[in-house]
């Protein structure tokens, strides 16, 4: 079975402070990772993608993630935020092989504050 | 390009009746899905199909159905509805071509009560 943990429901940040949003996962083989945020009254967008290569992603609006294999965690960061980053994030996960569905978080709230 | 349309956004229905959200895709996209969204409780999948004709229950399918007759569309059925289904439904889709990224529609938010 596949599934992953964001354990904070909440971060809040100044503007301009470097962000971190945690997840954690947990899948019996190699791991995809995604990052998507939701956007009040909007469906979910894609942020970025871990599949393979190097374990430093660069995604969309300047975010970006680390894949840590040993830890089983894959972060998302951003050196500087802005308010209009203020969203709702989520992790997911899927294996790397077949046509398993992605499973998602619960999600962090991230508010950054002016 | 339109993308993954839901209908309706937005639907209250009284206990018992049912009903069926329409999800579409004009990207000729194989894989479709049909997630719930309950706040604090993330996503929660309902049913996906991996291409016309073939359809698979999720994690949480007990009172729906789904149907996947063309690629383009897959419906969501509500028989019976209850207070427990009151949530915000998302349909995504992906292509064997997207490289794993899934596109969303805009949700249907439905009430039961």
């Known amino acids: 079975a596949q599934s992953v943990a964001q354990p904070e429901d909440q971060v809040n940040v100044a503007e301009g402070n470097p962000l971190t949003v945690k997840c954690t996962y947990s899948?019996?083989?190699?791991?995809?990772l995604f990052w998507y945020v939701q956007y009040p009254n909007r469906g979910l967008q894609f942020l970025l993608k871990?599949?393979?290569?190097?374990?430093l992603v660069k995604g969309s609006y300047g975010f970006e993630a680390e894949f840590n294999k040993s830890q089983t965690s894959f972060h998302l960061k951003k050196p500087s935020a802005l308010v209009s980053d203020s969203a709702l994030y989520f992790c997911?996960?899927?294996?790397?092989?077949?046509?398993?569905?992605?499973?998602f978080g619960k999600g962090t709230r991230l508010s950054v504050i002016a | 390009n339109a993308g993954v349309t839901q209908t309706p956004k937005f639907r209250i229905l009284k206990i018992g009746q049912s009903m069926t959200l329409q999800c579409t895709q004009d990207?000729?996209?194989?894989?479709m899905y049909w997630y719930r969204q309950d706040p604090g409780m993330g996503l929660k999948l309902i049913y996906y199909s991996v291409g016309a004709g073939i359809t698979d229950k999720g994690e949480v399918p007990n009172g729906y159905n789904v149907s996947r007759s063309t690629t383009e569309d897959f419906p969501l059925r509500l028989e019976l509805a209850a207070p427990s289904q009151t949530s915000v439904y998302f349909c995504a889709s992906r292509g064997t071509r997207t490289n794993e990224k899934l596109f969303f529609g805009s949700g249907t938010q439905l009430s039961v009560l």
């Open positions: 899948v019996s083989g190699n791991p995809y």
């Open positions: 997911a996960v899927r294996l790397y092989s077949g046509n398993t569905p992605l499973v």
């Open positions: 990207m000729n996209h194989n894989y």
């Open positions: 871990y599949i393979t290569g190097d374990n």
